[in-house]
T-cell receptor, first 114, second 112 residues
Framework: ETGVTQTPRHLVMGMTNKKSLKCEQHLGHNAMYWYKQSAKKPLELMFVYSLEERVENNSVPSRFSPECPNSSHLFLHLHTLQPEDSALYLC?????????????FGPGTRLTVT | GENVEQHPSTLSVQEGDSAVIKCTYSDSASNYFPWYKQELGKGPQLIIDIRSNVGEKKDQRIAVTLNKTAKHFSLHITETQPEDSAVYFCAARQNTGNQFYFGTGTSLTVIP
């Protein structure tokens, strides 16, 4: 596997379910990001981990809970979601922010909340 | 914070013609400007970027120009091909901090 991978690619869940999204990067980066992509809106940054420490949390509801166990893996734990949370969730990675700029994205997880 | 605006939201061109997508930004501290291409069912892919110390960068049929004074930058695709059809996003970022600010995207259709 190369680049940034995400699983699952598609997820349908009810509002009372608990599920997790997984991201893995094979680029040797040490910063990872979660974005939400909704139609007709700019990408919304949700969380940033740099060197496995959360450094950004953009007022995301607590029903979204990130976890970064190491520099290669990132999870987004979901519980009691709302229908408006349906979107494409994108993971990205980059090298430590102050030393490089390029950010690489995974293919995304298409989430539908019913 | 930074505000990035992107135009047009949709663009259709004939195969072989050129396509231009424009973005403006508000924060003069922004100094890195990437462009991403997103095909259906895929994540955004970095296609070209420019830093604030240069005014233009070219990679085969793709070029990006930056006007720091006016705070705008543009993506130019020449000799367009059907496989260029996708959604294109611009973004801006400062030297410090972790956040990229994205435009709302341009859906480009190249008509064979």
């Amino acid at each position: 596997e190369t680049g940034v991978t995400q699983t699952p690619r598609h997820l349908v869940m009810g509002m009372t379910n608990k599920k997790s999204l997984k991201c893995e990067q094979h680029l040797g980066h040490n910063a990872m990001y979660w974005y939400k992509q909704s139609a007709k809106k700019p990408l919304e940054l949700m969380f940033v981990y740099s060197l496995e420490e959360r450094v950004e949390n953009n007022s995301v509801p607590s029903r979204f809970s990130p976890e970064c166990p190491n520099s290669s893996h990132l999870f987004l734990h979901l519980h009691t979601l709302q229908p408006e949370d349906s979107a494409l969730y994108l993971c990205a990675s980059s090298q430590a922010p102050q030393s490089s700029y390029e950010q690489y994205f995974g293919p995304g997880t298409r989430l539908t909340v019913t | 914070g930074e505000n990035v605006e992107q135009h047009p939201s949709t663009l259709s061109v004939q195969e072989g013609d050129s396509a231009v997508i424009k973005c403006t930004y508000s924060d003069s501290a922004s100094n890195y400007f990437p462009w991403y291409k997103q095909e259906l069912g895929k994540g955004p892919q970095l296609i070209i970027d420019i830093r604030s110390n240069v005014g233009e960068k070219k990679d085969q049929r793709i070029a990006v120009t930056l006007n720091k004074t006016a705070k705008h930058f543009s993506l130019h695709i020449t000799e367009t091909q059907p496989e260029d059809s996708a959604v294109y996003f611009c973004a801006a970022r400062q030297n410090t901090g972790n956040q990229f600010y994205f435009g709302t995207g341009t859906s480009l259709t190249v008509i064979p």
